[in-house]
């Protein structure tokens, strides 16, 4: 996403967003405690994460979760000054710290997906 918000950006013009914002549509396409693992995990990290502002998710997260068949979905907007020059779409030296975070991430949701697959 955008480093700040556009004129028809959600949030208002010129509003800087957050590195990560998660959208779960307020809780409806992914339980509560998956969202708040991702968005524990990022802050530890240090990272400034919102949740379902200014995205709630689209609708796309939606068609593809059915929360009580234990289906998540879970939108993950990444801030683009993380990672790039967004004037020349360059990477710059921020991305490989991302990147590794990222890995990081997906190694806490595999543990906590791990988890709940032996309750059963």
Sequence with gaps: MPAVGGPQGEGGQGQPRAD???GDRDGSTCDPAFTELV????AAMGYEVAVNDPYKGVELVKAYSEPRRRRHSLQVEV??????DEATRSRHQGFAALQADLARLAEAIADYIGAELRRG
């Design 20 to 22: 990560f914002v998660l």
């Design 39 to 42: 968005r524990a995990t990022l």
């Design 79 to 84: 801030n683009k000054r993380l990672y790039m």
